[in-house]
């Protein structure tokens, strides 16, 4: 059983910085893609960045710049640094790994930049 822990949101001021770390247990095969997801209540969920098992990586155009997705494959580690934040940052955060032909999410970690 694959399980997907989140940690380091909360609340933090405009222009600030925060990290988010998950980390994935319990699977026996490789990790391909892993990602980050944004959701406000009532509206689709979005990708912020992903970053492939090779290290290629792709964002969001309202985070470029601002945020840096990374991995630590060898502790099935994905991270955030997200930077220069905004009040439009305030969203629910959802990390996700793709493994074999599934995808796993996390519980979500609430990240609130408050203006």
């Known amino acids: 059983q694959v399980q997907l822990e989140e940690s380091g949101g909360g609340l933090v001021q405009a222009g600030g910085s925060r990290r988010l770390s998950c980390a994935a247990s319990g699977s026996r095969f490789s990790i391909n893609a892993m990602a980050w997801y944004r959701q406000t209540p009532g509206k689709q969920r979005e990708l912020v960045a992903v970053?492939?098992?090779?290290?290629?990586?792709n964002y969001a155009d309202s985070v470029k710049g601002r945020f840096t997705i990374s991995r630590d494959n060898a502790k099935n580690m994905v991270y955030l640094q997200m930077n220069s934040l905004k009040p439009e940052d305030t969203d629910v955060y959802y990390c996700?790994?793709?493994?074999?032909?599934?995808?796993?999410w996390g519980q979500g970690t609430q990240v609130t930049v408050s203006s």
């Open positions: 970053i492939g098992s090779g290290g290629s990586t």
């Open positions: 996700n790994v793709d493994i074999g032909w599934s995808e796993y």
